[in-house]
């Protein structure tokens, strides 16, 4: 895949990380933000971090990073992603795929960062399905893994359940996921299955309370062919 990813909310912990992985796989990104300052000035972080003279990262303005491709991933606090979508919603592409990993944590509201709230639609990403135009398909994943672990320099040992009703979307981002060392991606199946993710995901961070830790998700004993990871034969 040569395309560039546009990250929507691309300054914030779990966007830089996941900048930060797939400019060292060789990708090429946009940090977006609502700033396009902030944004400039998170690439330039990131290219700090990467030796590799090849490395390709940008920042622009929101509306510009989703404009200048149709390879979008969406990483903003649950409370501001409807507007902002919203307010998105004339600068997409037709046929983008937005992979979302927006978990609807009732610390947005005020309340722990361990429960999730209840939303209409049945989860975050679903709520993102219903406000993007329509050709734009939508697909969650990375809810499951941990800002700190992306940030930090050693592998990640976790599984990326990939959910979607696009079959092509749920390619593409487990394309993205394999593009991690040592992650794992899973085709998880519809895009309501990701109501399931949101819910793990909330358990997992109550774990890291009660424990300490980056807890991650692995899922065991599905036939070899479940998984896919480019880096685990290497
Ligand atoms: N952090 C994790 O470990 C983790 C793990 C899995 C999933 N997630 C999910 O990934 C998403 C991002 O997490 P994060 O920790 O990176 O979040 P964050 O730091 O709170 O926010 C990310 C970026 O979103 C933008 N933003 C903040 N509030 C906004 C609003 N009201 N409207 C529009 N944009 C806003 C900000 O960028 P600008 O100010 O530059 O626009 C910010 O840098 C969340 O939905 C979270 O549930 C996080």
Request: glycine share 10%; net charge neutral.
């Given at each position: ?32 933000s ?14 700090e ?40 919603k ?32 049945g ?62 991606a ?29 807890a ?19």
């Amino acid at each position: 895949m040569s395309r560039a990813i546009a990250i929507i909310g691309g300054t914030g912990p779990q966007g830089m990380g996941l900048a930060l992985r797939w400019a060292r796989a060789g990708e090429t990104v946009i940090l977006g933000s609502r700033d396009a300052a902030r944004a400039q000035q998170a690439a330039q972080k990131i290219r700090e971090r990467i030796v590799s003279a090849q490395v390709q990262v940008s920042g622009l303005e929101n509306s510009a990073a989703l404009a200048a491709t149709d390879l979008l991933v969406l990483t903003v606090p649950f409370e501001g992603a409807a507007a902002l979508l919203k307010q998105l919603k004339p600068a997409f592409r037709p046929g983008s795929v937005l992979i979302d990993a927006t978990v609807p944590l009732a610390a947005s509201v005020g309340g722990r960062a361990s429960r999730t709230l209840g939303v209409w639609q049945g989860s975050a990403v679903q709520q993102t399905a219903e406000l993007v135009p329509k050709g734009v398909s939508v697909v969650a994943a990375f809810q499951d893994v941990s800002a700190e672990v992306l940030d930090s320099e050693d592998d990640v040992d976790g599984d990326v359940i990939v959910c979607s009703d696009d079959p092509r979307a749920t390619q593409i981002a487990i394309e993205l996921v394999a593009k991690i060392p040592r992650i794992r991606a899973i085709d998880g199946g519809k895009l309501e299955n990701a109501r399931i993710v949101e819910q793990i995901t909330a358990l997992l961070i109550g774990l890291n309370i009660r424990h300490g830790g980056h807890a991650g998700l692995r899922i065991t004993r599905l036939p070899e062919s479940a998984y896919r990871s480019d880096w685990s034969a290497k």
